[in-house]
């Protein structure tokens, strides 16, 4: 077994009115919100598959399947836990992650710090271990016309033995 493994992980959500908007653990106000099955937090998502795919588990779709109703409007934060919990039983901890928001709008740079406070508390890792970095598409495809919102994240995990 490798003692360092690296995941990458992606995510989508269609952007509607009606609906909050959770990035990263952290409600940012927004007319919009992301839809899903869950809170639709893309970013918590991308991060949750980046982890699970570091050690072939699957997607959160496996884990926690949009037809099963026990995660209908989930806070994406407890299944982030349970990501974490997965890679424990392994035998495997994070050790940092990289992330990318896209996204037109809102400006997201007030609640980076908030974000990468919440997912570290969640991972059991220092702030300067997470790192979330945001780009618009320039008004370009979907998300430039605000219609969606993307999340792209890596992991490094390693061995806790």
Not at 1 to 21: N, P, S, V
Not at 55 to 71: A, E, K
Not at 80 to 91: N, P, Q, T
Request: charged share 20%; with cysteine; glycine share 10%.
């Amino acid at each position: 077994m490798a003692k360092i493994r690296i995941g990458q992980g992606i995510d989508f959500h269609q952007l509607t009115e009606g609906r909050d908007f959770w990035l990263g653990g952290v409600l940012v106000p927004h007319h919009k919100g992301a839809l899903g099955h869950s809170d639709a937090d893309v970013l918590l998502h991308a991060i949750c598959d980046a982890m699970l795919g570091a050690l072939s588990l699957g997607d959160i779709g496996v884990h926690f399947p949009d037809t099963d109703n026990t995660y209908k409007n989930i806070d994406s934060k407890l299944l982030l836990a349970r990501c974490a919990e997965l890679i424990a039983e392994k035998g495997y901890q994070v050790v940092n992650i990289d992330s990318t928001l896209c996204l037109q709008a809102p400006k997201i740079k007030p609640y980076v710090p908030q974000m990468r406070e919440a997912i570290a508390g969640i991972l059991h890792l220092t702030v300067d271990d997470v790192s979330i970095k945001a780009t618009t598409t320039e008004k370009l495809g979907f998300v430039g016309r605000e219609e969606g919102v993307v999340a792209l994240a890596s992991v490094l995990l390693e061995a806790s033995v």
